[in-house]
């Protein structure tokens, strides 16, 4: 059965601080793995992540596969408070009988106080 | 204007009433989903189809049924609500060229009594 795990699944910091969100999975043929994150309403894309090594930079916002270890991190720098959502992680699978599958983890919930 | 639209937005009903969600949207996507978030337990697939005759049953499709109308419209069916299908109901669409990046409609807020 695929899994995602994502880790820790809450966090408090303080604005400046730098955060790392962890992400690992097990999934049948990877495809790639997703960011998103969610406020008060939908989920927005982040990053598609598909190779192991390369890193992808949104602003303050950076993220990064090892597909050897079978995981993923989400770092935030000089965190915000407009920063504080649910961060999710999910994983594109292929394989069985659906021939597509996209996991979910739980999610992170970051907070960010003044 | 939203390129993913669900309507409604919030409803409550109540045990063994029959409710539709609907979703549309303007990106041209071939693939819809429908999801359900649940506290502490994330995403989860219900139903995905990845053109108007191919209909897919997701990780929880139990109590629920879908018609993809169209290429734009894709409509979640509850023919009998129960409590514990309370949730926040996402649609998504993705383009097939584009991997798996899915974009997400504002969700629906459902509450059986």
């Known amino acids: 059965e695929d899994k995602v795990v994502q880790s820790p699944l809450s966090l408090v910091v303080h604005e400046g601080d730098t955060v790392t969100l962890n992400c690992s999975y097990e999934?049948?043929?990877?495809?790639?793995l997703l960011w998103y994150k969610q406020e008060k309403k939908a989920p927005t894309f982040l990053f598609m992540l598909?190779?192991?090594?390369i890193e992808k930079k949104s602003g303050r916002l950076s993220s990064i596969l090892d597909k050897k270890e079978l995981f993923s991190i989400l770092n935030i720098t000089a965190t915000q408070t407009g920063d504080s959502a649910i961060y999710l992680c999910a994983v594109e699978g292929r394989g069985g009988g659906s021939n597509y599958k996209l996991t979910f983890g739980k999610g992170t919930l970051l907070t960010v106080n003044p | 204007d939203a390129d993913v639209t669900q309507t409604p937005r919030n409803r409550i009903t109540k045990t063994g009433k029959r409710i539709m969600l609907e979703c549309s949207q303007t990106k041209g996507h071939d693939r819809m989903y429908w999801y359900r978030q649940d506290p502490g337990l994330g995403l989860r697939l219900i139903y995905y189809s990845f053109d108007v005759k191919d209909i897919n049953k997701g990780e929880i499709s139990d109590g629920y049924s879908v018609s993809r109308q169209a290429q734009a419209k894709f409509s979640l069916s509850l023919e009998s609500a129960i409590p514990n299908q309370t949730a926040l109901y996402f649609c998504a669409t993705s383009d097939r060229g584009q991997g798996e990046t899915q974009y997400f409609g504002p969700g629906t807020r459902l509450l059986v009594l």
């Open positions: 999934v049948t043929n990877f495809r790639s």
């Open positions: 598909t190779s192991s090594g």
